[in-house]
C-alpha cells in the first residue's frame, strides 16, 4: 500500500519509570501470578500496542473523536459503505536498557464485612522498579490533503497534528500512564531526551535531506513547553500532597519471608541504587476507599450485600465509583436514577510513597535475608537478627518483634499462632501523592448538566471528608491497621490545580494553593473553599433525599 505523506515525524527518546510499571506478557518460569511482557531475546519491554493504546486513548480525550481517528486510524461501522484507513501512526517497542531487577508486588481483596482477604482476591504480579529506562520511538507521517479519504478533513489532521504535540509535552511531565494499575501507583512513565526530526518524502528537497542525513528545520509539530499547563488540557487535574509521618511502625507486608522473622516490610527501588521502604499506591487508595464506602454507607444505608461476593460489596454508591473505579457492566445509578455507560476506570490515583530514610543496598539486603555460614563449629546466624542489623546500622530503625495469639481456655500461646515481624521504627516518609481527575467525574455520569456537575461536586466533597479522616487519625495505612501499627499522622494537605478548570467545575478554583492543617477541618466556616464543598454536599444530600 502507498499513501501520499507531506511529512513525517520520527520521534524518540527515553521512558523513565517514576513509580514501578507492569505491563503483563505470557506465563514464564516465575511463581507470579502476573509476569512481566518479555521479547523473543529474553529483554524486559513495553510492547507497542501497550504504548500506543494509552496515547490514543489521551488524544480521544482531548481532541475528540474526529481528529483522533484522522490520524490514528478508523474502523468503519459494520454495513456502512464509509472506508476506514489504518493509522499515520507507529509505535516501536520500548525495550529495557538499563539493567532492571523486577520485583514482585502482592495485591488482595479485604472483605468489607471480616476485614481478612477476600476469597479468590489475592494476586501477585512483577513489576519494574522506579528507575527503569526505555527506548522510545514513534513516527508520525501527516498524509497530503488531496489524498484524504471521505470524512477525513485537512482540518481533522492539522489538530491532530497539534495534538500530537500536546501528547509529547504531556509524557514529558508524566501526565499519560502506561501498563497495568494505573490508578493504583504504577506506569508513571516520563519522556526525556526528547527528539523531533522532520522530513518531506515527497519533495526533492526532502528526499535530498534525507539520503544525506539531514532532518528539515520544524513546521507543524512544534515543540510545546511541557510546563505551560494552561495550553494543554491533557494535563489538567488536581493534585493533592499529603505530608505526614508515622506514629510508630507503618509498613506493607511482603510477600517473602525471612529466615528468622516471618514478615518482613515490603521494599523497593528508590530510583538511585537504593532500597527504601514504600507504601503501595494500592494500598494507599484501598484504605480510602473503605473509609468513603462507609461515610456513604452511614448517610444512605442499603441493605449489605452478600459477605461472598467482593465484587459486589465494592460496588455499593455512585460517588464511590466515580472516585474509586467501579466494573464497566455493574456501575450504578447515576444522581439522576440514569445508569452511566462510561467506564469504570477511576478519577483518583494514588502513587505510591516512598521512605526517604533509611536506605540499604540490594546487595546488603540479600545478605541480610540469606544464611551466613560460619564456622562449622559456631551456629550459623539466620536472617535479620538484632546482630546482624546492628553490624548494618540498620538495628534503629528495623526492629524484630515476636508477636503470639493467647488461648482462650489455656492462657497459653496458641498453637501454630506464633509468629514475628521485622517492624520499621523512625522512618522518614515522602509525601503522599493523590491526582483526581476533573474532567473525568464530568464524563462519567450522563452529561445533560446539573446531575453531572452536582455528582461531580460531591465526589470532591467526599474526598475531601475522607482526607478529614485521614487527618483526624481514624485511617490506619499499611499491615495490621487494627493491631497497633499504620498510624499516621497528618501534618499539612497541600491541593494544586493545573490547567484549566472544566467549565462545570469552575467554582473549585478556590483550591488551588490551598493549605489545609488537621486544624483547619474543624473549622469549615474559615475557608471559602471547605465552605463551597460543604455546599456541594449538601446539595447532593438534598438530591438524594428527593429521590427517596
Not at 455520569?445 to 479522616?469: C, I, N, S
Request: proline share 6%.
Amino acid at each position: 500500500m502507498t499513501r501520499a505523506i507531506e511529512q513525517r515525524f520520527e520521534i524518540s527518546g527515553q521512558l523513565v519509570a517514576e513509580t514501578p510499571i507492569s505491563v503483563a506478557g505470557l506465563e514464564g518460569a516465575s511463581t507470579a501470578d502476573m509476569v512481566l511482557a518479555v521479547n523473543g531475546r529474553g529483554d524486559y519491554y513495553l510492547p507497542g500496542t501497550s504504548l500506543a493504546g494509552p496515547m490514543r486513548a489521551w488524544c480521544l480525550d482531548v481532541l475528540g473523536e474526529e481528529p483522533t481517528r484522522a490520524l490514528w486510524g478508523r474502523i468503519p461501522p459494520r454495513n456502512s459503505r464509509a472506508k476506514g484507513h489504518a493509522s499515520y501512526v507507529w509505535v516501536e517497542d520500548a525495550v529495557v536498557w538499563n539493567t532492571a531487577a523486577p520485583e514482585i508486588r502482592d495485591g488482595v481483596g479485604i472483605d468489607r464485612h471480616t476485614g481478612t482477604a477476600a476469597p479468590g482476591f489475592k494476586f501477585d504480579r512483577q513489576v519494574l522498579p522506579k528507575g527503569t529506562r526505555f527506548d522510545f520511538a514513534m513516527t508520525v507521517e501527516q498524509p497530503v490533503a488531496d489524498e484524504l479519504l471521505a470524512g477525513v478533513s485537512a482540518g481533522d489532521i492539522a489538530q491532530a497534528i497539534k495534538g500530537m504535540a500536546q501528547l509529547l509535552a504531556a509524557m514529558q511531565k508524566g501526565c499519560v500512564r502506561f501498563g497495568g494499575a494505573k490508578t493504583r501507583g504504577l506506569g508513571k512513565l516520563r519522556l526525556e531526551g526528547l527528539c523531533v526530526e522532520r522530513h518531506e518524502p515527497s519533495t526533492r528537497k526532502g528526499v535530498l535531506a534525507r539520503l544525506t542525513g539531514r532532518a528539515l528545520e520544524q513546521g507543524g509539530l512544534e515543540q510545546l513547553d511541557p510546563d505551560d499547563m494552561e495550553n494543554n488540557p491533557g494535563c489538567s487535574g488536581l493534585t493533592i500532597s499529603i505530608k505526614w509521618h508515622a506514629d510508630g511502625p507503618v509498613m506493607v507486608k511482603s510477600g517473602d519471608e525471612g529466615l528468622t522473622v516471618d514478615m518482613l516490610p515490603l521494599l523497593s527501588a528508590d530510583g538511585k541504587g537504593r532500597l527504601v521502604q514504600v507504601l503501595t499506591g494500592a494500598g494507599i487508595k484501598g484504605a480510602l476507599r473503605t473509609m468513603s464506602q462507609r461515610i456513604c454507607a452511614t448517610l444512605w444505608p442499603e441493605d449489605p450485600p452478600p459477605p461472598d461476593d467482593f465484587l459486589v460489596q465494592l460496588d455499593r454508591h455512585p460517588l464511590v465509583q466515580l472516585l474509586y473505579g467501579a466494573r464497566k457492566n455493574n456501575m450504578a445509578a447515576s444522581g439522576d436514577g440514569k445508569s452511566s455507560s462510561a467506564p469504570g476506570l477511576a478519577a483518583l490515583s494514588a502513587d505510591d510513597c516512598y521512605a526517604t530514610h533509611p536506605s540499604v543496598s540490594a546487595r546488603k539486603w540479600r545478605q541480610l535475608m540469606s544464611v551466613e555460614r560460619g564456622d562449622q563449629k559456631s551456629k550459623a546466624a539466620f536472617g535479620p537478627t538484632v546482630e546482624r542489623l546492628k553490624q548494618e546500622k540498620l538495628a534503629g530503625n528495623l526492629r524484630p518483634t515476636a508477636h503470639v495469639a493467647i488461648d482462650r481456655w489455656t492462657g497459653g500461646a496458641a498453637e501454630g499462632a506464633l509468629y514475628s515481624v521485622l517492624e520499621p521504627i523512625n522512618t522518614e516518609w515522602g509525601d503522599i501523592t493523590l491526582s483526581l481527575n476533573l474532567k473525568r467525574l464530568l464524563a462519567a455520569v450522563p452529561e445533560d448538566g446539573k446531575p453531572a456537575k452536582t455528582q461531580a461536586r460531591a465526589a470532591v466533597a467526599l474526598l475531601a471528608l475522607t482526607l478529614r479522616e485521614l487527618a483526624r487519625g481514624t485511617i490506619p495505612l499499611g499491615f495490621a491497621g487494627n493491631r497497633g501499627m499504620g498510624t499516621v499522622v497528618v501534618e499539612k494537605i497541600t491541593f494544586k490545580l493545573t490547567g484549566s478548570l472544566p467549565e462545570d467545575l469552575a467554582d473549585l478554583a478556590c483550591l488551588d494553593s490551598l493549605e489545609l492543617t488537621p486544624d483547619c477541618f474543624a473549622d469549615t466556616g474559615r475557608l471559602r473553599a471547605l465552605a463551597a464543598l460543604e455546599d456541594a454536599w449538601q446539595a447532593y444530600q438534598r438530591a438524594m433525599e428527593g429521590q427517596a
